[in-house]
Every structure is written in C-alpha cells, then in structure tokens.
T-cell receptor, first 114, second 111 residues
C-alpha cells in the first residue's frame, strides 16, 4: 500500500451506534489530520496530530473522539452522531505540521447517519 | 480568521480551451498556498504548492501564480482535456497548523 489509506470507504450508522474510522499513512510523515467535507461547504479541519500528540482541536463536538497510537495510524471514534454529521471524512498527512508541508489526502470515508 | 473565496463556482469549456481559476484570501500573512484536485466522491490530489516567498509554480500544463499583497492566486490549465474535469480547491496555509480551504471551482471540459 502506498500513500494514505482510509477504511471503511462507506459507512451507514444509526444515531445510537458506535463506529470508528481508520487512517493509515505509508509516507513516513510526522503529522496527521482529520477533515470534514459537507455538501456545498469548504473542508473543515477537525484535528491535527504531530508525533502522536494532538496539537489542534478545532472546536469539534465530543461525539467525535480521535486517537493516534503511532505516527502511521489515526482513528476517529464516533458515537451518538446526528444526521448533520453525514459528510465525507478525509484524512491527510504531511512531513511536518509547523512547516505546513504539502498535505497528502486519503480517499475519504463517506458517512451517512440515519 | 482567514477566508478563502473561489470564483467562479462552476465553469464549462470546450476541449482545448485554456482554464483560468481564481482564488482570493483575506489575510495576506500566509505561509503557503496549495491547489488540489478532487474527483467526485474521492479524496484530494495535490497539484501545486507555492511557498509565500514564491510568485509561481509550474507542473506540466499547470501554472499557479501567487500575489500575496493583493491576496490572490490563479491556476492556469493550458489546452484543457476532458480528463481535467473535476473540482479544483485552493487552500491557504497559515503558521498555526491550519489550511483554510475555498469551496472550490467545478470544471467541466466538453469533448
């Protein structure tokens, strides 16, 4: 596998479910990001991790819980979501976060909350 | 707060025509500017990255310019092809980790 991979690619869940999104980067990067892309809206940064430490939490509701066990893996744990949370969730990585190096994106997980 | 605007929101051109996509931003204190391509339902592909000290970057048929003082960047795509049909996103990097994205320009190149 190369680049940034995300699983699952599609997810449908009820408001009472608990699920997790997974992201893995094979680029040797030190920073990883979660973004949300809703229809007709610009991408919104949710979380930034640098060397496995969270360095940015962009006022995201607590029903979204990130986890970064190592510099190659990033998870987004979901619980008691709302229908308005339906969106494309994109993971990205970059060599460094401070330098704002070029960001490389995964294919995204299309989430539908019923 | 950085705000990024992309005009037009959609563009349709015949094959072979040159494309001009515009991006404007409100805060000129940027670190860099990145152009991405997004195909329907897919992730983003990085096209060009311009550092704040640079005026332009070129890659094949793509050329991006940056004018920090006026808060503008332009992406030129020469001799467009149907395969260039996609949404093009502009993202401005500030030195507090964040990329601020525009809403994108959706391009259709007609064969």
């Amino acid at each position: 596998e190369t680049g940034v991979t995300q699983t699952p690619r599609h997810l449908v869940m009820g408001m009472t479910n608990k699920k997790s999104l997974k992201c893995e980067q094979h680029l040797g990067h030190n920073a990883m990001y979660w973004y949300k892309q809703s229809a007709k809206k610009p991408l919104e940064l949710m979380f930034v991790y640098s060397l496995e430490e969270r360095v940015e939490n962009n006022s995201v509701p607590s029903r979204f819980s990130p986890e970064c066990p190592n510099s190659s893996h990033l998870f987004l744990h979901l619980h008691t979501l709302q229908p308005e949370d339906s969106a494309l969730y994109l993971c990205a990585s970059s060599q460094e976060d401070r330098g704002l190096d070029e960001q490389f994106f995964g294919p995204g997980t299309r989430l539908t909350v019923l | 707060k950085q705000e990024v605007t992309q005009i037009p929101a959609a563009l349709s051109v015949p094959e072979g025509e040159n494309l001009v996509l515009n991006c404007s931003f409100t805060d000129s204190a940027i670190y860099n500017l990145q152009w991405f391509r997004q195909d329907p339902g897919k992730g983003l592909t990085s096209l060009l990255l311009i550092q704040s000290s640079q005026r332009e970057q070129t890659s094949g048929r793509l050329n991006a310019s940056l004018d920090k003082s006026s808060g503008r960047s332009t992406l030129y795509i020469a001799a467009s092809q149907p395969g260039d049909s996609a949404t093009y996103l502009c993202a401005v990097g500030s030195n507090d980790y964040k990329l601020s994205f525009g809403a994108g320009t959706t391009v259709t190149v007609r064969a």
